[in-house]
DNA sequence: CATGAATGAGGTTTCATTCAT
DNA sequence: TATGAATGAAACCTCATTCAT
């Protein structure tokens, strides 16, 4: 008797994912999703309930990783035990998406349906979603009372931060590295493109 | 692109864009565009090759009257007939893109896909892509050059915006203005929320 | 511009008849019938739901059928206009009964399932077999009122005649005729509840 | 036909009873029986071949039930040893068969398909059914030769009853009693072939 | 013997597209 | 031009059966 298996389950995600990225949902095929990772058809019905259900599971399981990694370099924390600098722990956020878009080209192109999403599993999702947001929001909220940072509306700048990623990796020039991506990311929402003459506030 | 009847041909690509915004492509059945335009079937295939082009179409349409907007205010001249100081073209481009988010929300809705159309109309598409990015992108390197502004990578810059206008109106907090969210995104890419003393180069 | 058939759909239903009598439901496939009707596939299911449907609609219509000539034999006159006498119109009854069988074996050998449909489509069925079940129990009831029968329980009387007439085409000898059938369910059912005069042998 | 456990076998011939009577056998699961049994799925297997041979054997293995109580029965005796009279037997018979349907209603019900199965398992099951036929056709008989009865056509009497009781059970009235039904199938039946001498009321 | 995860043939069903009217 | 009945390729999904454990 075998018992129902994880690897098999992140060795579907991961095919699935990759074929999910190349072409839009309805031009993928299970049959194609189960010969590329070697299983027999029925194999995904014992995972997933669906065709929607293994895609929504794998931008989830996707998404979710993505918010560990950024609860991880945000809870950072100094050698004397404080937290990070806002301005840092910034950093490190913007540097942890990037690093998730490059590593995860596939999901982080995927999230764009997130809206979708939303609408079918809005519970589940929802909560996610408020955690990453919570998460980047509550940075720039320390920031703020601490005099480092100012912003009147950090919600909006948090759910800003994907959007750029995104935008950047889909639009922008060709051939950009992690370096660049991310250096652009922190300068644009830490210091803007405006120059400021000294002594003028903003 | 003149067909026997515009008013018709109107009416289907406004059908349509309200249908493809509330389901994702695969689950919108021509029948049902056709039902609720209140025309047959056949009908749409007079006016469109299939339901892919009809797709792509809306979103062309769509993107190109947002190009068009942005030109017109972009190239808005002062009285002297010398062009808008680079900041306060950015502030109209933001002014723009906003309004339209908030005026179409379907069409803004619906071009997260446009990494979809890419694969399959790359032609035209890129150019006028490649257009809406020239547009912003010279006015930044104008500001640059002029000594009003500042940025190591316009271009990526201009691949930002649209980004940040959707992820705000999809994922920001409910109920936001027009206001609100053009004075944020304004202040993102204007200044950034990290407070610089005074002398203190970016 | 095409209308909806009448024509096709009789064509469908009796295409089906023929092969779900012949192998069981979950035997018969819908492409077999669709090849069979030289049809296409979808075509069946622009006149019905599903294959249940189909399947239903089928001895549906055929019982309606079987019910219509029941009517208008057990309604027949006299030549003074009155009904005919109860026992006569029983003898007709059966052989409504037996004709219908004998000219629509496929049909009459689906209704074995009747019990099945009863649950999926209780109202419309429930009403159709009253019917039938009325115009049999009233014809013995009003032969009991008139003292030409006797029956203690006309409707399960009633009920009885189909199952009669489906077991013996079913088990009973092989090559029967319809008169023998008829003339021997008649026997059976009539010669129980006719009250016979003394001396009068049957 | 004795297996490793004859208890786990009955347990599932008496699942599977329940439950391809309560829905046709394309709906029933191999998967739903095994669940409500308790059982592995690929324990089915190991006592019969496969679905189909279930559903037979279940058929079959009811039926064979039946055959028996009606052989003891009708060979009850008299008190001189004589057989019972033939009228006696009839009535003897339809208790039998009517307590049957009373006692195992999921088999009797199924008992509808028996065409079916006579398509597939030819040999055993005709020559089950010829012994019960003949166990009535016969009784019927003896009483002919000895003038009790009078039929002219025994075989298809013995086809009918069978049917009689279904329908009844399955379209006569509502909360009959195994006593109600019995009576009237034996007035039914009896009463159209018992020779009534003269001036004796039914 | 008992199990249930794995399988994949084959079923039902959908729906974009065609075309006769 | 406008229609919607007809089509059938191709999709999703089921489920009887197998077999490693």
Redesign the interface.
Known sequence: MQRPDEKKRQLIVATAAKMFAAR???KVRLDDIAAEAHLGKGTLYVYFDNKEDLYISLIYDGFERLVENLRRELSATAADGSLLPA?EA?RRAVDALVGFAFAHPHLF?MM?????IKRLHAGEWKAK?QEF?ELIANT?RR?VEN???????P???A??????????M????RD?GER??AA??Y??????????P??KP?
């Open positions: 839009p949902f309805h301005a910034l192109e764009r349906n997130v809206g979708e979603r947001m720039i920031g005099g480092e940072l100012t912003d009147q509306n919600e909006m700048t759910a800003c931060l994907g959007g750029m990623v995104r935008s950047i889909l639009f922008g020039p950009l660049e991506v652009q990311v300068r644009l929402i830490g210091h803007g493109i405006i120059k400021r000294c002594g903003q």
